[in-house]
């Protein structure tokens, strides 16, 4: 069956530090993918989407690169923030036979220090 | 921007009592979602709607759980009798599919703010 596969958190990085959250996916089909965002006592907010393979999504600094032979969304920031402090969710869609329900990794917990 | 509206914010209430949840999906779209976040088992689909038929409903306890569109502008869950198992996040969700089978390609999904639900 389908499924994704995240890096267990928490991660806990100084400010202006490298971010890389590991996603990895299991799909029958060809899958678009999406990173979501949880503030603290906010919903999911999409932050990036790629739909086939070597596409690139990015939002707000925060990038991910589609990648079949790997099955891997990695999400990466070149320098992070404190407000970028948040749950991470990396999720696919998968149009076979899932009939187009996201499907949700555990989530990766985010903490950024000044 | 276009939101997702749920009412309650917090729920507090003991077990036993019935609970609804409210969803306002955003005008327009034809797919709503529920979801529960524990810390446990993370986001778990509960159900689904696509133009207010359910079409996916696995996800909830039958015996407790229902979901319903009365109409395309509001969702409800309703457990009833509530138990302290049931404590949780429950988010909703809506989106645009153009195709009867599928929620639309490169979009993702809306979710609103959740509903925090204590059982005591």
């Known amino acids: 069956g389908n499924s994704v596969t995240q890096m267990e958190g928490p991660v806990t990085l100084s400010e202006e530090a490298f971010l890389t959250i590991n996603c990895t996916y299991t799909?029958?089909?060809?899958?678009?993918l999406f990173w979501y965002v949880q503030y603290p006592g906010e919903g999911l907010q999409l932050l990036l989407k790629?739909?086939?393979?070597?596409d690139k999504g990015s939002n707000k600094g925060f990038e991910a690169t589609y990648r079949k032979e790997t099955t891997s969304f990695h999400l990466e920031k070149g320098s992070v923030q404190v407000s970028d402090s948040a749950v991470y969710f990396c999720?696919?869609?998968?149009?076979?036979?899932?009939?187009?329900?996201?499907?949700f990794g555990k989530g990766t917990k985010l903490s950024v220090k000044p | 921007d276009a939101r997702v509206t749920q009412t309650p914010r917090h729920k507090v209430t003991e077990m036993g009592q019935e609970v609804t949840m409210r969803c306002q999906p955003i005008l327009g779209h034809n797919t709503v979602f529920w979801y529960r976040q524990t810390m446990m088992q993370g986001l778990e689909l509960l159900a689904y709607f696509r133009n207010r038929a359910p079409l996916d409903d696995s996800g909830m306890p039958k015996d407790r759980f229902s979901a319903e569109m009365p109409d395309a502008t509001l969702a409800t869950l309703k457990i009833q009798p509530s138990e302290p198992r049931d404590s949780a996040v429950y988010f909703c969700?809506?989106?645009?599919?153009?195709?009867?089978?599928?929620?639309?390609?490169?979009?993702?999904?809306?979710f609103g703010s959740g509903t925090r639900l204590t059982v005591v």
């Open positions: 969700a809506s989106g645009l599919a153009l195709k009867t089978s599928d929620v639309a390609p490169n979009y993702g999904y809306t």
């Open positions: 799909a029958t089909g060809y899958p678009s």
């Open positions: 790629a739909t086939k393979a070597d």
């Open positions: 999720a696919l869609r998968d149009y076979g036979g899932s009939q187009g329900n996201l499907i």
